[in-house]
């Protein structure tokens, strides 16, 4: 047995009504707010925001009820039933754990875990919005709450506040609160329609990161202003060219952090400079960070 407490580097919170409390008070109707029962739906809780599908709210407790041995998109069928009767039944208050913070840490303490990097759930969804300021409020409200989340216990909570790309200036005026805040990391898209952080647009973005010494996560299910796809979006995010070349390195060192297991990273992807922290899955002469923190949990340094 290991004589330390392992570290969770993709654990979630699920988002409860509180998130959207500071963003329906400047939006209105216009905001997330969460409906039990809403029409044209099945039966359960959903997330509704103006101008997109409905979300649902149960999905992220799921794993409580029913066993996903090929991931989370995968359940065994006999429990198919079992399923559809949670999401039915679905109530916050009878699984605190995913946005309770005091309960957090006493599952903390059950699982034998010592801290856990905590990204979004629903919130991830939403970044297919194109109204920035909108989006942009959406996310500020988001963090304002996982930041009081998290400061029951910073060392083991340790959020990372979702970052909007729509407008870059903005962006940096964004990573810099966060910064003062207190969070050491952000998550960004993983697509973005009809560009990529290959441009030179995203060049001050990288250096408010750089200059605050947050390390950037890019999660599954997070397109910018495009529907779900597949994690081919890193060829989208590294390089203009889908036939094999890589973008430009950078000026300075990047420090990406990724959900993606490292058998899904594509040709263009290990051609971008990183080092990893991990097995050499690059060349020595890459430069910057990537944690891989996928179907794995690590301990970190």
């Given at each position: 047995m290991p004589d330390f407490n392992l570290i969770s580097a993709d654990s979630h919170v699920n988002e409860p009504p509180a998130a959207w409390e500071r963003v329906q008070k400047e939006y209105g109707e216009r905001a997330p707010r969460v409906v039990k029962d809403p029409p044209g739906v099945p039966k359960g809780i959903w997330l509704l925001i103006d101008g997109l599908p409905p979300v649902g709210l149960s999905h992220y407790s799921k794993g409580l009820v029913v066993n996903k041995n090929e991931g989370i998109s995968e359940v065994e069928q006999e429990k198919h039933f079992e399923t559809i009767r949670f999401n039915?039944?679905?109530?916050?208050?009878?699984?605190?754990?995913?946005?309770?913070?005091t309960v957090r840490l006493k599952d903390q303490d059950v699982d034998g875990i010592e801290a856990e990097v905590l990204f979004s759930s629903a919130v991830r969804q939403l970044y297919s919005i194109v109204d920035e300021p909108f989006q942009r409020a959406i996310f500020r409200s988001y963090n304002a709450w996982l930041h009081e989340f998290c400061s029951h216990n910073p060392k083991r909570l340790i959020g990372l506040a979702t970052l909007s790309i729509l407008d870059i200036e903005h962006t940096v005026a964004d990573i810099q609160h966060y910064a003062r805040l207190g969070f050491r990391g952000v998550q960004i898209p993983t697509r973005i329609r009809d560009s990529g952080y290959y441009e030179a647009k995203y060049e001050p973005?990288?250096?408010?990161?750089?200059?605050?010494?947050?390390v950037v996560?890019?999660?599954?299910?997070?397109?910018?202003?495009?529907?779900?796809?597949?994690?081919?979006?890193?060829?989208?995010?590294?390089?203009?060219?889908?036939?094999?070349?890589?973008?430009?390195?950078?000026s300075t060192p990047r420090r990406i952090s990724t959900s993606f297991p490292p058998a899904n990273i594509s040709k263009e992807m290990r051609s971008f400079p990183i080092k990893t922290t991990g097995p050499a899955y690059s060349p020595p002469r890459f430069t910057a960070r990537i944690i891989f923190s996928g179907p794995a949990t690590i301990r970190t340094a």
């Open positions: 039915e039944n679905f109530r916050y208050e009878d699984y605190p754990g995913g946005w309770d913070p973005m990288w250096a408010a990161l750089e200059d605050n010494g947050m996560s890019v999660h599954t299910s997070a397109k910018s202003c495009a529907p779900s796809s597949t994690s081919a979006g890193w060829r989208i995010l590294f390089s203009k060219s889908t036939t094999g070349s890589a973008a430009p390195a950078p």
